[in-house]
């Protein structure tokens, strides 16, 4: 898939942005602050929602502003077209009815109901600064790139993860409301039983993901990161849920031979069923246990929601232990895994943003950067487009890059 032409509305320091675009690589270079990376901060939510530097969509708005817009022209592979638009808008926007700040999605003049509907259309892997939080911050940082890998794939784990986050809000409100911890009345037990209960029904379908997602990024990263490194070290991550909860599954799934089926074509109706049930009870059991606990402190002490992946170095946890460039190989082979698994599940070819990322990589890295990216367009940022050059030259399609100036939100292309 390739982009034809982007369309920012108070996006940034965007006031607005017309720009049509080559379909191989594109080149924005300029001075720091100039609205380099907005631009493709901008390109991204266009297609993801998310963006990749901020969870507030307010942010995003152009200062004084109540709404931004984004939209994308596209050609899929197979050489069809669509058109993807978006709008967030605050509630002082002349677009909120109720008061409420809210989006709005369109695919082809049609709205669309859910996100889920939205993000699968156009797959973006971008390569940034930021993704060394992958390796060295908090666990949040982690459950987006794994939320955000497994999203693109499977839009369905994008609704349940929603769903989870919706009852979630609901149990902690109910948590919050709960005055006296030694006489809860019944009908806020049931109602914990019931949140309980769906909150768990959900977490095994997640778990079931996330556990998959993980070790198949775990083979590719790793596989990536003995090539960039030259294979001295070897990179590994963990799913780390609730307590006993991989344990049982990897029990099941080796007690009936299942865990080839699992990795691969995935499990019979039959078996999806009983692990799902497995591992419901097992969270619905940790639940209850800690009932009074959560009541007691106003929390939800466990849960998916707490869900990490540990990354390591030869057995040590390298958010403690490793060095920056060994965090920044890491990071980049995490990336990399993301970019090969999105090609194995998403027929159409995933667009690349490179904001940034060569200024701060060796000669290896950004060499094994750039021969990850065949047949894709690309979009890379940098100060100096001449820093690149070998780069570039490498690159497939570089014969037809496009430079492109950003100057204080205006850009404007080489002849
Ligand atoms: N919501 C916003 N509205 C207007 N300007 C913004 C907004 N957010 C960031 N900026 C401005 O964008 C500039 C940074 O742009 P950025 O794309 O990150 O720079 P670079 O070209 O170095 O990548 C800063 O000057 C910042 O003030
Ligand atoms: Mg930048």
């Known amino acids: ?55 507030k969509d307010q942010d995003l708005i152009r200062f004084g502003e109540n709404e931004y817009k ?39 003049n049609a709205p669309a109901d859910k996100i889920s509907d939205y993000i699968g259309i156009c797959n973006i892997v971008i390569f940034a600064p930021e993704d060394l939080n992958i390796v ?16 693109k794939i499977s839009p369905s784990y994008f609704n349940l993860l929603s769903n989870y986050s919706r009852l979630l809000a ?8 709960i005055k006296n911890v030694e006489n809860v009345s019944d009908a806020y037990n049931d109602q914990l039983d019931f949140w309980d209960f769906s909150l768990a029904e959900l977490s095994a379908e997640i778990i079931l993901k996330r556990f998959r997602f993980s070790k198949l990024i775990s083979d590719i990263a790793s596989r990536h990161h003995g090539s960039i490194s030259g294979g001295k070290e070897n990179l ?4 780390n849920t609730i307590f006993g909860v991989v344990g049982a599954l990897e029990t099941f799934l080796t007690k009936n031979s299942k865990y080839d089926d699992y990795m691969g074509k995935g499990l019979s109706e039959g ?17 209850k ?59 159409s070819t995933p667009i690349l943003i490179l904001d940034d990322v060569f200024s701060e990589l060796d000669k290896t890295r950004r060499m094994s950067l750039v021969s990850a990216m065949k047949d894709a367009q ?3 940022t940098c100060t100096d487009k001449n820093m690149i050059g070998e780069e570039i030259d490498i690159m497939e399609g570089a014969d037809k890059a496009e430079f492109y100036r950003v100057d204080g939100g205006n850009i404007t292309k080489e002849a």
């Not at 590994?236 to 799913?239: A, G, N, P, T, V």
């Open 70 to 108: 984004t939209s994308l022209d596209l050609t899929d592979d197979d050489g069809s077209n669509v058109q993807l638009s978006s709008c967030f808008y605050t509630e002082k926007s002349a677009l909120s009815k109720n008061g409420r700040t809210g989006r709005m999605l369109i695919v082809d």
């Open 136 to 151: 060295k911050n908090a666990p949040a940082y982690r459950r987006k790139f794994l939320n955000t890998l497994i999203s």
């Open 170 to 177: 609901q149990k902690n409100a109910l948590l919050k409301s």
């Open 1 to 55: 898939m390739f982009i034809r032409s982007i369309h920012l509305e108070n996006f940034r320091n965007y006031g607005r942005l017309d720009l049509d675009v080559g379909p191989s690589v594109n080149i924005f270079y300029g001075n720091n602050a100039q609205g380099k990376t907005n631009l493709v901060e901008g390109i991204y939510v266009a297609s993801s929602i998310a963006s990749h530097r901020t969870s």
């Open 271 to 287: 078996d999806y069923g009983r692990i799902k049930g497995i591992i419901s009870d097992l969270v619905l059991a940790k639940l």
């Open 236 to 239: 590994s991550i963990e799913y």
């Open 378 to 380: 690309i979009f890379i």
């Open 289 to 347: 246990s800690v009932r009074n606990y959560d009541i007691d402190k106003h929390i939800s002490s466990i849960g998916i929601h707490r869900d990490d992946i540990i990354i390591k170095l030869d057995d040590l946890e390298m958010k403690k232990f490793s060095s920056q460039g060994q965090q920044r190989t890491a990071a980049l082979a995490l990336k990399l895994s993301e970019l090969e698994i999105i090609k194995m599940f998403v027929s």
